[in-house]
Structure formats: structure tokens, C-alpha cells
Nanobody, 120 residues
Framework: QLEFVESGGGTVQPGGSLRLSCAPS????????IGWFRQAPGKEREAVSC???????VYAESVKGRFTISRDNAKNTVYLQMNSLKPEDTAVYYC??????????????WGQGTQVTISS
């Protein structure tokens, strides 16, 4: 079973920054596409960003230019750098694995996520 541990969330003011981390539990990330997702209260989970093993990245329109996904295979970790945060970015953020491409379906279990709150 593929599982992840997400961390790095917190409460920041609008315009602030956070860096989220996504670490797998018991497997190696190489070869998998890894996606970041978020779910705000009362809303469906939505895709935020994804990066393939070949480091091709895609972003939701709502975060383009503000969020940057990266992966460090030596540390077996994927990151999501979030800048210029807005109140509408408030959500629980999750990461998940896909087989090879960002267009593939999620094949990992959903973890606890990490809460991101943007508030003045």
C-alpha cells in the first residue's frame, strides 16, 4: 500500500509563504508521478500540481505563478513551495502517487494531509 506523510502546513497571513513536504512511507518515489491536492471545507478535493519522475510539472490555473512543485530523489521527498498565498488557498493539502504520468489516476491511499490556513 502506497502511503504518504504530508507536513509543513500552518497559518500565515495573505501574501505569505509556506513549503509543504510529502514523504512516502516505505517506498521509493522514483518513477512515480506525484500530485498535490487540496480540499477546502464543503468542497471537493481538487488537483493543485503534479510532477512526473522526469520532472515535468503541471499546475492548476488558480496556483500558476505562485506555487512550485519540486522533488528531491536523494531525500525521497516532494515539495510544494507556496508563495503569495490567498485566503482561498485555505484547505487541507494532500499528496498522492500516480503511475507515471500526471494524467493517470491516483494509486496511493490518502493520508492525513496538512492544514494550510490563510488568515489576517
Amino acid at each position: 500500500q502506497l502511503e504518504f506523510v504530508e507536513s509543513g502546513g500552518g497559518t500565515v497571513q495573505p501574501g505569505g509563504s509556506l513549503r509543504l513536504s510529502c514523504a512516502p512511507s516505505g517506498f521509493i518515489l522514483n518513477g512515480y508521478a506525484i500530485g498535490w491536492f487540496r480540499q477546502a471545507p464543503g468542497k471537493e478535493r481538487e488537483a493543485v500540481s503534479c510532477m512526473t519522475g522526469g520532472e515535468i510539472a503541471v499546475y492548476a490555473e488558480s496556483v500558476k505563478g505562485r506555487f512550485t512543485i519540486s522533488r528531491d530523489n536523494a531525500k525521497n521527498t516532494v515539495y510544494l513551495q507556496m508563495n503569495s498565498l490567498k485566503p482561498e488557498d485555505t484547505a487541507v493539502y494532500y499528496c498522492a502517487a500516480k503511475t507515471a504520468y500526471c494524467s493517470d489516476r491516483v494509486i496511493s491511499s490518502w493520508g492525513q494531509g496538512t492544514q494550510v490556513t490563510i488568515s489576517s
